[in-house]
């Protein structure tokens, strides 16, 4: 081999190793997304901060998305990855309409797909950096799940990622019924994103609400919520406490 062929021989090794690198942490992520079943379907909110790092850089970054007719999702995590499972998804929901049968996928459906992507992507070690929340409603039924990074998935009336799952669970376990109105639900999904808010440095004082029902996806706009800061814990978080600076 003359010294042209072993150069190009390290350069093509050099380019092999650089297309097999893997994602070792995400860069822009979004906090938690909350979910909830409701008496006429499925409530979704989430905030609209995009930390780079561990600076909110990016304040208007929206994560719920409607899938097909029948879903809604929510994102927390990679940003940049979210985008790859929009893409994921757009292609699913074009193929199944090129099937022109008077049928379309519900959200059961999607679901299990994005359970196997994640799970797949997990095995081959270059995971997508999301936990996902996927709600519907498809004759009648309300639907309502999620799925890790890992593929871990389940079902339940109400579900949280992030720090939703350690702050706003015990809420909604206490206060969620099956007959909550659409105004008592939303009022329920502020409460937790207000504790949200004040407890994780993530998440930010601008959101968005979702809903769907058998008539459709609805994104609010973006809004605030009314906080209070003035609690004697927020004045003054270190009193009382040993060794503290």
């Not at 196997?116 to 309300?142: A, I």
């Not at 004045?235 to 060794?243: L, R």
Request: with cysteine; charged share 20%; glycine share 8%.
């Amino acid at each position: 081999m003359n010294l042209v062929d072993s150069n190009q021989a390290q350069n093509n090794l050099m380019v092999s190793e650089a297309a097999s690198e893997r994602t070792l942490y995400p860069y822009v992520t979004g906090t938690s997304v909350i979910g909830i079943k409701y008496k006429d379907g499925i409530l979704m909110a989430a905030d609209m901060g995009g930390s780079y790092g561990s600076t909110l850089r990016y304040k208007s970054v929206e994560r719920l998305k409607s899938i097909g007719k029948h879903s809604l999702l929510g994102a927390s995590g990679e940003i940049s990855d979210f985008q790859e499972i929009l893409r994921n998804l757009d292609e699913l929901i074009l193929y199944d309409n090129m099937w022109d049968d008077g049928n379309s996928m519900g959200p059961k459906e999607v679901h299990n797909y994005l359970t196997r992507m994640m799970y797949n992507r997990r095995n081959k070690f270059n995971p997508l950096w999301n936990s996902l929340v996927l709600g519907g409603v498809k004759n009648g039924q309300k639907y309502l799940g999620t799925v890790n990074m890992i593929g871990v998935h389940f079902e339940d009336d109400h579900v949280a990622t992030g720090f939703g799952n350690h702050l706003a669970r015990p809420i909604l376990r206490d206060e969620w019924h099956a007959n909550l109105s659409f105004e008592d639900g939303v009022k329920l999904l502020e409460k937790c994103m207000r504790v949200l808010l004040y407890r994780d440095r993530s998440a930010i004082n601008k959101l968005q609400i979702a809903k769907i029902t058998e008539e459709g996806v609805t994104i609010s706009q973006p809004y605030a919520l009314k906080t209070f800061w003035n609690f004697a814990a927020f004045q003054n978080p270190t009193v009382g406490a040993e060794g503290s600076w």
